[in-house]
T-cell receptor, first 111, second 114 residues
Framework: DGGITQSPKYLFRKEGQNVTLSCEQN?????MYWYRQDPGQGLRLIYY???????QKGDIAEGYSVSREKKESFPLTVTSAQKNPTAFYLC??????????FGQGTRLTVV | GESVGLHLPTLSVQEGDNSIINCAYS??????FIWYKQESGKGPQFIID?????DKRQGQRVTVLLNKTVKHLSLQIAATQPGDSAVYFC?????????????FGQGTRLTINP
């Protein structure tokens, strides 16, 4: 079945650690996105990518980094510079006039 | 850049009634609009979309209305059911060449009362 897979579902990070969230899609979509969602809030855009080896900062990119070495993969690294990383992270992919398909999310907690 | 605002953060309706959820956007160049439903702890699910060359689009029990003059988008859900209880988001995109930013509103929590 086609879709987007995010892993892990739950992730715990110690203070000062970098962690990487995985996002893989087999929909052959060009564009991929990372969003952050805090409790009771909307989705805020972290980074997005239209093509391989190219990506743009969203509204809250500070403390995060991404890569797009393959069309199907768009990993997100939460660096130690992100002071409040506890949140629900959602990855999505889309084509131009199609809806964005979402993964099931990764819940990151700082311990 | 684009910003997407919301009229009501919460909405309660009686089961069987119709509900209307509203959304406002800022960029008149945006040309693709999507409504999503999100249940607790899950990723958003697609409900219905509309392009800027249309004013209205209907699905099963749902209708999306687009008013480009006032940059307003609404989702109508007919004959609401308990399973419709969720958070509803609108999303807005400007398509065309280059990177296409997909911006979400803050969401409306819809509660269906029995």
């Amino acid at each position: 079945d086609g879709g987007i897979t995010q892993s892990p579902k739950y992730l715990f990070r110690k203070e000062g650690q970098n962690v990487t969230l995985s996002c893989e899609q087999n929909l052959n979509h060009d564009a991929m996105y990372w969003y952050r969602q805090d409790p009771g809030q909307g989705l805020r855009l972290i980074y997005y990518s239209q093509i391989v080896n190219d990506f743009q900062k969203g509204d809250i990119a500070e403390g995060y980094s991404v890569s797009r070495e393959k069309k199907e993969s768009f990993p997100l690294t939460v660096t130690s510079a992100q002071k409040n990383p506890t949140a629900f992270y959602l990855c999505a992919s889309t084509q131009t006039y199609t809806e964005a398909f979402f993964g099931q999310g990764t819940r990151l907690t700082v311990v | 850049g684009e910003s997407v605002g919301l009229h009501l953060p919460t909405l309660s309706v009686q089961e069987g009634d119709n509900s209307i959820i509203n959304c406002a956007y800022s960029n008149s160049a945006s040309d693709y609009f999507i409504w999503y439903k999100q249940e607790s702890g899950k990723g958003p699910q697609f409900i219905i979309d509309i392009r800027s060359n249309m004013d209205k689009r209907q699905g099963q029990r749902v209708t999306v209305l687009l008013n480009k003059t006032v940059k307003h988008l609404s989702l109508q859900i007919a004959a609401t059911q308990p399973g419709d209880s969720a958070v509803y988001f609108c999303a807005v995109k400007k398509t065309g060449q280059g990177a296409q930013k997909l911006v979400f509103g803050q969401g409306t929590r819809l509660t269906i009362n029995p």
